[in-house]
């Protein structure tokens, strides 16, 4: 079975978790592409809604499985839909959940990675394209470390962070034993449109929302803790050029470039012309306090860099939560 080309033949792809945020995203674009996607998502943090758009134009091209990515019925929906490419993104993505269950984050993270890749042995999947965490692989690493380049020991500090490694060791066997392409992007903080609050990057589209219903602010700690806030649509792009790139390799997905709470609410402050009270509280236990990953890699391999700044990318939140909340009279 040819790979997937972007650009070139059409193909049929599954992406799992892609009713989600970053998800529903990629199968924008694939679609718009002139490609055929199987989503699979069980809805538990996803929303059909964000596929709503896609679901009107897409017809025969785009089929919706309500699934459970740890459910023996993922791998029969492969067997009988023989997807090329696997675009795997649905996990357990909340630290703290992790911590609280942490048999719960490795039943979704791990076994369902298993699901997932036992499918694509027995189905001639081509090549697994795997959302990895930038934000917990490191751990906690010196700020002399950073901007963090991939040849950084993977020391992860949360149970979050060990099943996301456990799942690239899985694919590296997966690859040795049955010649199952995979390319793993190690995500920083992504951020956008349709974002949920409480996934990794949540802070942009809380600070968006409360600004914009003139609310009142939390910062956790002083704020001068830092993140790589990289944007959807840079991300989905790194996912495209994964299919058929980065063949083994863990590549890091962001700008290289810190940014304080402080300075995204000034952003985002200065954006949306409002200005609310801000209290500052005590830092959550076991938060970062500094963190962001070189791109170098992705640059080499997949040919990808970031392209919107933030102001850019800010803006088009401010813009996606006004109309939310426009139809919502809230």
């Given at each position: 079975?040819?790979?997937?080309?972007?650009?070139?033949?059409?193909?049929?792809?599954?992406?799992?978790?892609?009713?989600?945020?970053?998800?529903?995203?990629?199968?924008?674009?694939?679609?718009?592409?002139?490609?055929?996607?199987?989503?699979?998502?069980?809805?538990?943090?996803?929303?059909?809604?964000?596929?709503?758009?896609?679901?009107?134009?897409?017809?025969?091209?785009?089929?919706?499985?309500?699934?459970?990515?740890?459910?023996?019925?993922?791998?029969?929906?492969?067997?009988?839909?023989?997807?090329?490419?696997?675009?795997?993104?649905?996990?357990?993505?909340?630290?703290?959940?992790?911590?609280a269950q942490p048999i719960f984050d490795a039943e979704v993270n791990l076994l369902?990675?298993?699901?997932?890749?036992?499918?694509?042995?027995?189905?001639?999947?081509?090549?697994?394209?795997?959302?990895?965490?930038?934000?917990?692989?490191?751990?906690?690493?010196?700020?002399?470390?950073?901007?963090?380049?991939?040849?950084?020991?993977?020391?992860?500090?949360?149970?979050?962070?060990?099943?996301?490694?456990?799942?690239?060791?899985?694919?590296?066997?997966?690859?040795?034993?049955?010649?199952?392409?995979?390319?793993?992007?190690?995500?920083?903080?992504?951020?956008?449109?349709?974002?949920?609050?409480?996934?990794?990057?949540?802070?942009?589209?809380?600070?968006?929302?409360?600004?914009?219903?003139?609310?009142?602010?939390?910062?956790?700690?002083?704020?001068?803790?830092?993140?790589?806030?990289?944007?959807?649509?840079?991300?989905?792009?790194?996912?495209?050029?994964?299919?058929?790139?980065?063949?083994?390799?863990?590549?890091?997905?962001?700008?290289?470039?810190?940014?304080?709470?402080?300075?995204?609410?000034?952003?985002?402050?200065?954006?949306?012309?409002?200005?609310?009270?801000?209290?500052?509280?005590?830092?959550?236990?076991?938060?970062?306090?500094?963190?962001?990953?070189?791109?170098?890699?992705?640059?080499?391999?997949?040919?990808?860099?970031?392209?919107?700044?933030?102001?850019?990318?800010?803006?088009?939140?401010?813009?996606?939560?006004?109309?939310?909340?426009?139809?919502?009279?809230?």
């Open positions: 079975m040819a790979a997937y080309r972007p650009g070139s033949k059409r193909v049929h792809t599954l992406v799992t978790g892609g009713a989600g945020f970053i998800g529903s995203t990629l199968v924008d674009r694939l679609l718009a592409e002139g490609h055929s996607v199987d989503v699979v998502d069980d809805l538990s943090t996803g929303s059909l809604s964000n596929l709503a758009e896609s679901r009107a134009t897409a017809g025969h091209r785009l089929r919706v499985n309500n699934l459970d990515v740890r459910s023996s019925e993922v791998v029969d929906l492969m067997n009988r839909r023989h997807p090329e490419v696997v675009f795997h993104l649905a996990a357990q993505a909340d630290v703290r959940v992790s911590v369902g990675t298993l699901r997932i890749l036992e499918g694509a042995r027995t189905s001639g999947v081509t090549r697994v394209v795997f959302a990895a965490s930038g934000g917990t692989l490191y751990g906690d690493p010196d700020a002399a470390d950073l901007p963090v380049k991939e040849s950084l020991p993977h020391r992860p500090l949360s149970p979050y962070g060990v099943s996301k490694k456990a799942a690239i060791d899985y694919l590296v066997v997966y690859r040795e034993l049955h010649a199952l392409e995979f390319a793993a992007l190690a995500l920083a903080n992504v951020y956008g449109p349709r974002q949920d609050p409480h996934g990794e990057a949540g802070v942009v589209s809380i600070f968006a929302k409360r600004l914009l219903r003139g609310q009142p602010i939390t910062i956790f700690g002083d704020g001068e803790q830092t993140r790589d806030f990289v944007y959807v649509d840079d991300v989905v792009d790194a996912f495209v050029r994964g299919a058929t790139k980065g063949g083994g390799l863990v590549c890091n997905i962001g700008t290289g470039r810190e940014t304080s709470v402080n300075e995204l609410l000034r952003e985002l402050s200065t954006q949306a012309g409002v200005s609310v009270p801000v209290e500052y509280a005590p830092l959550r236990p076991g938060e970062l306090l500094r963190n962001s990953l070189d791109p170098s890699r992705a640059g080499i391999h997949l040919g990808w860099k970031p392209w919107t700044e933030l102001g850019t990318g800010t803006a088009a939140v401010l813009d996606f939560v006004r109309e939310q909340i426009s139809v919502s009279g809230d």
